[in-house]
């Protein structure tokens, strides 16, 4: 069993939830974000209950630096050191970039780069003094290409696979590795917008023929965490085949 501890962002539902029950089977002394009060307490009292660890229920924006400096305040203070950050917390749009209004814009960006910024500037001050530690930013293969209608999705992914490759050259010395997982169609609520119809020409787009779970993208967060201290600064596509 794991001894360290892991703050996962988004963790209430889909992919985050996913993330925070392989990390709690393995062990870890759990920090969870999200918005929704509710469900975050209770996902944080079934995650303690079923697997025998501390797991600190974290509410609030991650996209605001008071949150983050509060929440990185509270790990310490209840978890001790933090061992692995995993930035999930994500929200997309759907339309055209012409009929997107500022406030969504902003919204959008603050949501899913922003956040990774400051729980990165926040969550690896303790790594440095350790000189230890792992950051995995979830990512999307839209920040690889783009899309047509998510363009702000898009540009806000691919900021975060630039700045996944800036921060492992930055803080590879201080033996502190950052990865990014692009994600291809993944079974989340996220994708609940399509019908029947345009999921099954989207599954016949993937050359896996099916949409991910959000388990096997928590499989690839746990064999990334095993990955040798070598592999830094990467941008590891989970697309089926599919880009």
């Keep these: 069993m794991n001894s360290g501890s892991a703050f996962i962002t988004g963790a209430t539902r889909g992919i985050g939830a996913a993330i925070a029950r392989g990390l709690a089977q393995k062990g870890y002394r759990l920090a969870i974000g999200g918005r929704d009060i509710g469900t975050l307490s209770c996902k944080a009292e079934e995650l303690s209950e079923l697997y025998h660890v501390p797991c600190l229920a974290l509410p609030g924006d991650v996209g605001e630096e008071a949150y983050v400096k509060q929440a990185f305040r509270k790990i310490d203070e209840t978890l001790g050191s933090l061992d692995v950050l995993i930035n999930n917390a994500g929200i997309s749009y759907i339309g055209l970039l012409t009929e997107m209004g500022i406030k969504e814009w902003e919204r959008m960006i603050r949501t899913n780069l922003t956040s990774v910024f400051l729980c990165c500037k926040y969550g690896a001050a303790g790594m440095l003094q350790r000189k230890r530690g792992k950051i995995i930013n979830i990512s999307s293969v839209w920040g690889n290409v783009g899309a047509s ?3 702000a999705y898009s540009a806000s992914k691919g900021g975060v696979n630039a700045l996944t490759k800036a921060l492992g050259k930055e803080l590879a010395p201080s033996n502190i590795q950052v990865n990014a997982i692009a994600c291809g169609i993944i079974d989340t609520e996220m994708n609940q917008c399509f019908s029947p ?32 201290p070598y592999l830094t ?3 590891i596509t989970m697309d089926g085949g599919w880009i």
Excluded: I, T
């Design 149 to 151: 209608c998510e363009a």
């Design 233 to 235: 600064g990467q941008v």
């Design 197 to 228: 119809e345009e999921r099954k020409a989207l599954e016949e787009e993937v050359p896996c023929g099916k949409f991910a779970s959000p388990k096997e993208v928590s499989q690839m967060v746990n064999s990334l965490l095993d990955a040798p």
